[in-house]
């Protein structure tokens, strides 16, 4: 076993787990590189059909190649998808600047998809390297019933033993690729051949790194047409991954106080 | 490239954090404009910047200038990867400490020049080959708050040499660091020339990065798919590898099946390697589910009643002799009550002291004791670690030491050691069994019927781990006591009232199937245990059988009805489900 055979065997562990402990069950996919994989070893977990419902927390503002690229997928794949629309920006707190508001109303799409399908765990595909709050979550971890995290008091994890209960009304956010890094993703992409939105590659010099919505999410320069230069560059950069992605640098603590909200 | 994970450790104060900031800044981790986001934060509360604000990511462990969870964070050298694990030191968040310790290959242990060693690195050195890391690197921090001193530096490591021995880690290296300066961190120190040793960064790069998974085949059925009429087994393979036309057994049932096909997706049919998340199907169909181990022959895993474990309590509420808790062992969950504990381990001595119960942050010694077979192995072994659940909260972990086949009575303990209670009470072996002694009193139904029902019910109850007796007072009737009726009338139903009455006082649940009570009869059955007895009736389903079973009784059909606590219809496909549910609802523990 190599280090991404490591990877995906204990991620497809925790996603049989989530499945057999945690029902009723959701996961999100937004259609980026990190949920496309995720769905990817969702399909390995499960001998090809992943048993549960995917869900884009859809604020319309998309790019249209990742519109384009999910209708292909959910065709392919034949996912049991199920689009959930957020609340519009009207109805979010309109202090909050731009970036903020996108991922308020995230938060909220994500409570209602919750709350209305009775969920009592989601999959999502958040890393620790992606952000330093991130790297201090756990693989099985409550949320409130108002979907906050109490990021003082989490369950302990060892082993491969989770606690996977939570009262009525509460949720578990389970991530099964917590322990991946951006790099690996890239890997375990070009490995597996697994398809992904054409906007992660260079085109005018520029390209995505991380993809958010198209108003608050900014190219970075990049000369990386391929998968391969893709990781190429990977190995050699220091910038952060999420430098494109507005919500995070709006304060010092915009994206804890984002996650202890309810926030992915 | 391979990732070596490390876990970073050390008392409260000691430097770990700024450790490991210090140890990124010098492989040139920082991201790009974390330092001056940093400056920015340290300049608005108007304190010097501290490195270690670079792991401590919330705010409120920034305000207070401490480490609440446990971080991960990943750097490289040219040799490999490292996962750094950041794990708080204070004494209250020893359970993100053992999180985070679980993953890790090797141990960096931080003590303080100055203080020497602290509570928590006595603590650490202690669950650290408990969680299963058994090396550590130390680095001897702050040594400029001690003048550089090499008498100091020995001191100190002398002291931890001593630990390490006591705990069974190894102490691969020690280095003297001023992590807040860089000296030995990354690159050498000029300040503490009588050093010739490695640095920190150098003795990492000097461990075994290799993650062996030696040891016989274990395969934990971790679910069963089905597919297309397939039933497919799922899991991790633990060790040792497996291939189509393996012969595997299955533990505890024991039974043995062939691999028909290892199952992937995409298909593939290359042998499973240690560690691979597959899928197989069987030859032949046996009974198995989640929780089952199969290995191959020769190589079982031990399937025990009871074992001696060492575990570490992480819950706020303590742990007392006689609880029942959920025992997690590879994917297996079962029942067990703590049955004793041989002693608690004192941290400023590492003697054990007895206890009647464990507290936070614990580490001791004890006897757990399954409701139903556990299938363990032995440490350092995977299979030998477990979790412990209270209800759904993970309460605790720990390794199988030895396994016990029967475990009656705590080790060492005898009959006129007068530090035991002076006698057993009713509370005492309800712990124990996890429910209260109970008379259930059944009769009616079709010839037969109420004799085979006790006997589901028994086997229901006694293998979900409960005490049980059946009670019988016809000879013909297969299985439990048998108690011949004779000529004189009533006294076959008195003597089971009797002997039912006793085990229940023992603590059973005793079932009684006693045709031909009289009124007398079972009033003086219920008095024998008060608030313990219920009287169920079966209805018969043929109106005609009723007076045939019933032979002696001095009631009618409908006033034996009437007289009865509960009447369930004689339905093969229901009455066992509605006893069970009435009986586990009236032995419950309260």
């Given at each position: 076993?190599?280090?991404?055979?490591?990877?995906?065997?204990?991620?497809?562990?925790?996603?049989?787990?989530?499945?057999?402990?945690?029902?009723?069950?959701?996961?999100?996919?937004?259609?980026?590189?990190?949920?496309?994989?995720?769905?990817?070893?969702?399909?390995?977990?499960?001998?090809?059909?992943?048993?549960?419902?995917?869900?884009?927390?859809?604020?319309?503002?998309?790019?249209?190649?990742?519109?384009?690229?999910?209708?292909?997928?959910?065709?392919?794949?034949?996912?049991?998808?199920?689009?959930?629309?957020?609340?519009?920006e009207s109805t979010v707190d309109q202090t909050l600047p731009p970036a903020g508001r996108a991922?308020?109303?995230?938060?909220?799409?994500?409570?209602?998809?919750?709350?209305?399908?009775?969920?009592?765990?989601?999959?999502?595909?958040?890393?620790?390297?992606?952000?330093?709050?991130?790297?201090?979550?756990?693989?099985?971890?409550?949320?409130?019933?108002?979907?906050?995290?109490?990021?003082?008091?989490?369950?302990?994890?060892?082993?491969?033993?989770?606690?996977?209960?939570?009262?009525?009304?509460?949720?578990?956010?389970?991530?099964?690729?917590?322990?991946?890094?951006?790099?690996?993703?890239?890997?375990?992409?070009?490995?597996?051949?697994?398809?992904?939105?054409?906007?992660?590659?260079?085109?005018?010099?520029?390209?995505?790194?991380?993809?958010?919505?198209?108003?608050?999410?900014?190219?970075?320069?990049?000369?990386?047409?391929?998968?391969?230069?893709?990781?190429?560059?990977?190995?050699?950069?220091?910038?952060?991954?999420?430098?494109?992605?507005?919500?995070?640098?709006?304060?010092?603590?915009?994206?804890?106080?984002?996650?202890?909200?309810?926030?992915? | 490239?391979?990732?070596?994970?490390?876990?970073?450790?050390?008392?409260?104060?000691?430097?770990?954090?700024?450790?490991?900031?210090?140890?990124?800044?010098?492989?040139?981790?920082?991201?790009?404009?974390?330092?001056?986001?940093?400056?920015?934060?340290?300049?608005?509360?108007?304190?010097?910047?501290?490195?270690?604000?670079?792991?401590?990511?919330?705010?409120?462990?920034?305000?207070?200038?401490?480490?609440?969870?446990?971080?991960?964070?990943?750097?490289?050298?040219?040799?490999?990867?490292?996962?750094?694990?950041?794990?708080?030191?204070?004494?209250?968040?020893?359970?993100?400490?053992?999180?985070?310790?679980?993953?890790?290959?090797?141990?960096?242990?931080?003590?303080?020049?100055?203080?020497?060693?602290?509570?928590?690195?006595?603590?650490?050195?202690?669950?650290?080959?408990?969680?299963?890391?058994?090396?550590?690197?130390?680095?001897?921090?702050?040594?400029?708050?001690?003048?550089?001193?090499?008498?100091?530096?020995?001191?100190?490591?002398?002291?931890?040499?001593?630990?390490?021995?006591?705990?069974?880690?190894?102490?691969?290296?020690?280095?003297?660091?001023?992590?807040?300066?860089?000296?030995?961190?990354?690159?050498?120190?000029?300040?503490?020339?009588?050093?010739?040793?490695?640095?920190?960064?150098?003795?990492?790069?000097?461990?075994?990065?290799?993650?062996?998974?030696?040891?016989?085949?274990?395969?934990?059925?971790?679910?069963?798919?089905?597919?297309?009429?397939?039933?497919?087994?799922?899991?991790?393979?633990?060790?040792?590898?497996?291939?189509?036309?393996?012969?595997?057994?299955?533990?505890?049932?024991?039974?043995?099946?062939?691999?028909?096909?290892?199952?992937?997706?995409?298909?593939?049919?290359?042998?499973?390697?240690?560690?691979?998340?597959?899928?197989?199907?069987?030859?032949?169909?046996?009974?198995?589910?989640?929780?089952?181990?199969?290995?191959?022959?020769?190589?079982?895993?031990?399937?025990?009643?009871?074992?001696?474990?060492?575990?570490?309590?992480?819950?706020?509420?303590?742990?007392?002799?006689?609880?029942?808790?959920?025992?997690?062992?590879?994917?297996?969950?079962?029942?067990?009550?703590?049955?004793?504990?041989?002693?608690?381990?004192?941290?400023?001595?590492?003697?054990?002291?007895?206890?009647?119960?464990?507290?936070?942050?614990?580490?001791?010694?004890?006897?757990?004791?399954?409701?139903?077979?556990?299938?363990?192995?032995?440490?350092?072994?995977?299979?030998?670690?477990?979790?412990?659940?209270?209800?759904?909260?993970?309460?605790?972990?720990?390794?199988?030491?030895?396994?016990?086949?029967?475990?009656?009575?705590?080790?060492?303990?005898?009959?006129?050691?007068?530090?035991?209670?002076?006698?057993?009470?009713?509370?005492?072996?309800?712990?124990?069994?996890?429910?209260?002694?109970?008379?259930?009193?059944?009769?009616?139904?079709?010839?037969?019927?109420?004799?085979?029902?006790?006997?589901?019910?028994?086997?229901?109850?006694?293998?979900?781990?409960?005490?049980?007796?059946?009670?019988?007072?016809?000879?013909?009737?297969?299985?439990?006591?048998?108690?011949?009726?004779?000529?004189?009338?009533?006294a076959a139903a008195r003597r089971c009232a009797a002997a039912a009455a006793a085990l229940a006082?023992?603590?059973?649940?005793?079932?009684?199937?006693?045709?031909?009570?009289?009124?007398?009869?079972?009033?003086?059955?219920?008095?024998?245990?008060?608030?313990?007895?219920?009287?169920?009736?079966?209805?018969?389903?043929?109106?005609?059988?009723?007076?045939g079973v019933d032979d002696g009784t001095d009631m009618s059909p409908a006033e034996r009805e009437?007289?009865?606590?509960?009447?369930?219809?004689?339905?093969?496909?229901?009455?066992?489900?509605?006893?069970?549910?009435?009986?586990?609802?009236?032995?419950?523990?309260?």
């Amino acid at each position: 076993m190599d280090d991404l055979d490591a990877l995906e065997a204990q991620s497809i562990f925790i996603l049989r787990e989530a499945y057999r402990r945690v029902r009723p069950l959701g996961m999100l996919w937004s259609i980026g590189k990190d949920s496309t994989a995720l769905l990817w070893l969702a399909r390995k977990a499960f001998v090809g059909q992943i048993p549960f419902p995917v869900s884009l927390l859809d604020t319309g503002m998309e790019f249209p190649e990742v519109y384009a690229f999910r209708d292909t997928l959910i065709r392919e794949w034949k996912l049991d998808y199920q689009n959930a629309l957020c609340p519009p920006e009207s109805t979010v707190d309109q202090t909050l600047p731009p970036a903020g508001r996108a991922a308020a109303r995230k938060t909220e799409g994500l409570k209602l998809l919750v709350a209305r399908e009775r969920w009592r765990g989601v999959i999502l595909g958040i890393r620790r390297d992606e952000q330093a709050t991130r790297a201090k979550d756990r693989i099985f971890s409550p949320r409130a019933a108002d979907g906050t995290w109490n990021f003082a008091d989490q369950p302990p994890e060892f082993w491969d033993y989770y606690q996977t209960g939570v009262p009525d009304g509460a949720h578990l956010r389970i991530h099964p690729l917590l322990h991946w890094t951006e790099i690996d993703i890239w890997r375990y992409t070009r490995r597996e051949n697994i398809p992904f939105c054409s906007l992660y590659l260079a085109r005018d010099g520029k390209r995505y790194r991380s993809l958010g919505e198209k108003n608050i999410t900014t190219p970075i320069v990049s000369a990386a047409a391929t998968i391969d230069a893709i990781i190429d560059e990977l190995a050699s950069t220091s910038a952060p991954e999420r430098a494109g992605r507005a919500m995070d640098h709006e304060s010092e603590d915009a994206f804890e106080r984002l996650r202890a909200g309810g926030y992915m | 490239m391979r990732t070596f994970p490390v876990v970073f450790t050390g008392h409260v104060d000691h430097g770990k954090s700024t450790l490991v900031s210090r140890l990124l800044l010098d492989t040139g981790y920082f991201p790009d404009g974390k330092l001056t986001e940093l400056e920015r934060a340290a300049q608005r509360r108007g304190v010097p910047l501290e490195i270690s604000f670079l792991l401590d990511s919330f705010q409120v462990e920034r305000d207070q200038a401490i480490t609440i969870d446990a971080t991960r964070i990943w750097f490289c050298t040219a040799a490999r990867r490292y996962a750094v694990i950041d794990a708080p030191g204070h004494r209250e968040f020893v359970r993100h400490m053992v999180s985070g310790a679980a993953d890790a290959l090797a141990a960096v242990v931080v003590v303080d020049a100055a203080e020497g060693l602290g509570e928590q690195t006595r603590r650490h050195a202690l669950l650290l080959p408990l969680v299963g890391v058994t090396r550590a690197i130390v680095a001897v921090n702050k040594m400029d708050t001690v003048g550089f001193s090499a008498a100091r530096y020995a001191a100190v490591k002398a002291e931890l040499e001593a630990l390490f021995v006591q705990t069974g880690l190894t102490l691969a290296a020690t280095v003297p660091t001023v992590a807040r300066d860089g000296d030995n961190v990354a690159r050498p120190s000029t300040r503490m020339p009588w050093y010739g040793g490695p640095s920190l960064l150098e003795a990492l790069e000097l461990l075994d990065g290799s993650q062996a998974r030696g040891g016989p085949v274990r395969f934990a059925v971790h679910d069963v798919y089905r597919r297309d009429e397939e039933r497919i087994l799922v899991g991790n393979v633990g060790a040792g590898r497996i291939q189509a036309g393996a012969t595997l057994t299955f533990a505890p049932s024991r039974d043995r099946a062939r691999v028909k096909r290892i199952v992937r997706f995409p298909a593939s049919d290359e042998p499973a390697v240690a560690g691979e998340a597959i899928g197989m199907t069987l030859d032949h169909p046996i009974f198995v589910g989640p929780g089952d181990v199969a290995s191959e022959i020769g190589t079982p895993p031990q399937i025990a009643a009871a074992v001696k474990a060492t575990v570490f309590w992480l819950d706020r509420v303590p742990l007392a002799i006689g609880e029942h808790l959920r025992m997690r062992c590879g994917t297996r969950d079962v029942t067990v009550v703590l049955d004793a504990i041989s002693g608690a381990i004192d941290i400023e001595t590492f003697e054990e002291r007895p206890t009647a119960a464990l507290a936070r942050n614990d580490i001791a010694q004890v006897t757990l004791r399954g409701l139903g077979p556990l299938v363990v192995d032995l440490h350092p072994a995977p299979l030998a670690r477990f979790a412990l659940y209270r209800g759904d909260a993970v309460g605790g972990g720990g390794i199988v030491r030895t396994v016990v086949a029967r475990s009656d009575a705590p080790e060492g303990s005898a009959v006129n050691d007068s530090s035991l209670p002076p006698r057993v009470t009713a509370l005492d072996r309800m712990r124990r069994y996890g429910h209260r002694g109970l008379v259930v009193w059944l009769t009616g139904g079709t010839a037969g019927d109420a004799p085979a029902l006790a006997a589901h019910v028994e086997a229901a109850l006694f293998f979900a781990g409960a005490v049980t007796a059946v009670v019988v007072a016809e000879e013909r009737a297969a299985g439990g006591a048998r108690l011949a009726a004779d000529a004189d009338d009533g006294a076959a139903a008195r003597r089971c009232a009797a002997a039912a009455a006793a085990l229940a006082d023992a603590g059973c649940i005793a079932i009684v199937v006693a045709p031909g009570a009289t009124r007398a009869d079972l009033a003086y059955a219920r008095d024998l245990v008060p608030g313990a007895f219920i009287d169920v009736r079966l209805r018969a389903r043929l109106a005609a059988d009723a007076d045939g079973v019933d032979d002696g009784t001095d009631m009618s059909p409908a006033e034996r009805e009437s007289a009865a606590d509960v009447v369930i219809d004689d339905d093969p496909a229901r009455s066992t489900r509605e006893l069970l549910a009435l009986i586990r609802a009236a032995a419950a523990p309260r």
